[in-house]
């Protein structure tokens, strides 16, 4: 039976072919779409027809829709949803932005669909980034709350493998002159200073993510009430009750860093987003939070060592997240032979942790550790016979690598190759000082 009260599905929105419906709101609809120029999905939001004509609240709807569409094709970050375009219709005006398949925090915020603690940390690290990225560019968020937060899975499983901030609409632009609507937000996730229409700044969004993060881990917001009075008292005079104890496995440790996020004053929050990436990370790195199933090596824990490596010091976030997601990791154990003299190199690797010995003709001629590369020649040179190894290098304290194919490098951006490119000039231009020296001072290293 065909129901008669279901909205009629647009055949079209410009030039996008509509596919389905994913969502509504109070001001707008969100269309899953087929870019045909570009032979991939889409997500079309689009404002109702005739909210902007509304005499009460269309220049708001406009403001909003402005705000978004002003970032088209400027965010470029993992663990944001990107925005392709903008289309200033007047009756109907819409956005077009990169589509993600699955669902949003707010699926994981009822007691019995809580996500495990360290998951929570490392979504909470992924934010961070994300949103420290955003700032950078200008930008506090000023909604962010679990249904702007979409989770990425693999496959037909249902763990949580990343995920994407969404939803620019009451982003507030500290580098547009234009006047912007405040005291936008959602009331549950919204920081005392965007409630008393104070000057924002990235703390604002740490209040949201700490709010977010204690939905996450107690199954309610830190704050509840009947009315928006109540709660608005609560949220700019009472501290949120203690997560420890409100559920297995939740530290005091854990429960600190919350708690600093929702600082009443802004000044008694992580003065910045590297700070509070640090603190989500320390809570895993000393074990403060319970190890899930995986038992695997966490994101946030290679992002933040790929921080410490020198190879590494000139890339951003985003090209971190690039390596953490494309590199394959290896262990290789004490006495493993990385290469051996005159096989041809198709692999190189960054030296994450501990080192290795390299031996021509049966001496050793250097010793290497953490945040080197070894067998770059895999990837720099023009022809396979420079590609064979002359020499043979070998395992003396136990090795986790970051290892590359130039198949799999090429995979990368351009921006991110670009800095591989100079991290390996860097390389070589101390080998060969170090070869010279040795020259010239070969008692030196004897």
């Known amino acids: 039976m065909i129901d008669c009260t279901a909205p009629v599905l647009p055949q079209r929105i410009g030039k996008y072919r509509v596919v389905r419906r994913l969502g509504e709101g109070t001001t707008s609809e969100v ?29 708001m709807f406009s403001r909003f829709f402005a705000s978004e569409a002003a970032l088209a094709g400027r965010l470029h970050h993992p663990n944001v949803v990107e925005i392709f375009d903008a289309v200033p219709d007047p009756v109907a005006p819409y956005v077009v932005m990169e589509y993600v398949p699955g669902t949003t925090l707010r699926a994981f915020c009822q007691p019995g669909h809580l ?22 560019q200008g930008l506090v968020h000023r909604d962010v709350k679990p249904a702007n937060i979409l989770t990425l899975t693999q496959g037909h499983s249902t763990e949580i493998h990343d995920i994407k901030l969404t939803d620019f609409g009451s982003a507030l632009n500290l580098t547009s002159d234009a006047t912007q609507v405040h005291r936008v937000g959602s009331l549950a996730y919204m920081s005392p200073e965007q409630l008393d229409g104070s000057e924002l700044d990235a703390r604002a969004d740490v209040y949201g993510l700490g709010a977010v993060l204690y939905h996450l881990v107690a199954g309610h917001a830190p704050f509840e009430a009947t009315s928006q009075a109540s709660l608005m008292h609560q949220i700019c005079h009472l501290q949120a009750p203690s997560l420890v104890g409100l559920r297995t496995g939740v530290t005091p440790a854990l429960d600190q860093v919350v708690q600093r996020c929702l600082a009443k004053r802004a000044d008694d929050r992580y003065a910045s987003w590297d700070a509070v990436g640090e603190a989500l990370s320390q809570l895993i790195t000393l074990h403060h939070v319970p190890r899930g199933t995986s038992q695997g090596v966490l994101d946030s824990e290679r992002f933040t060592l790929l921080r410490t490596l020198d190879f590494f010091t000139a890339f951003g976030d985003v090209a971190l997240w690039e390596v953490v997601h494309r590199a394959r990791w290896q262990r290789f ?6 290469y051996n003299r005159g096989e041809e190199g198709r692999t190189f690797h960054i030296i994450a942790s501990g080192a290795v010995e390299v031996y021509r003709d049966a001496r050793r001629v250097a010793q290497l550790g953490a945040g080197t590369s070894v067998g770059e020649m ?25 290892s590359f194919t130039p198949e799999t490098l090429a995979r990368l951006s351009p921006q991110t190759r670009h800095l591989f490119d100079e991290a390996f000039i860097r390389v070589l231009v101390r080998r060969l000082h170090a070869a010279h020296e040795a020259l010239a001072h070969p008692r030196r290293i004897l």
């Open 115 to 136: 996500l495990p603690l360290e998951q929570i940390v490392e979504i909470g690290f992924k934010c961070a980034m994300a949103l420290g990225y955003c700032y950078r």
């Open 378 to 402: 895999a990837y720099l040179a023009p022809n396979p016979e420079l590609r064979r190894h002359s020499t043979d290098i070998v395992v003396t304290e136990s090795v986790t690598a970051i």
């Open 333 to 338: 154990p004490v006495g493993h032979a990385l």
């Open 31 to 59: 269309f899953l779409c087929h870019d045909e120029f570009n032979d991939r999905p889409v997500a079309v939001k689009q404002v109702r027809a005739g909210l902007l004509s509304d005499t009460h609240d269309g220049h």
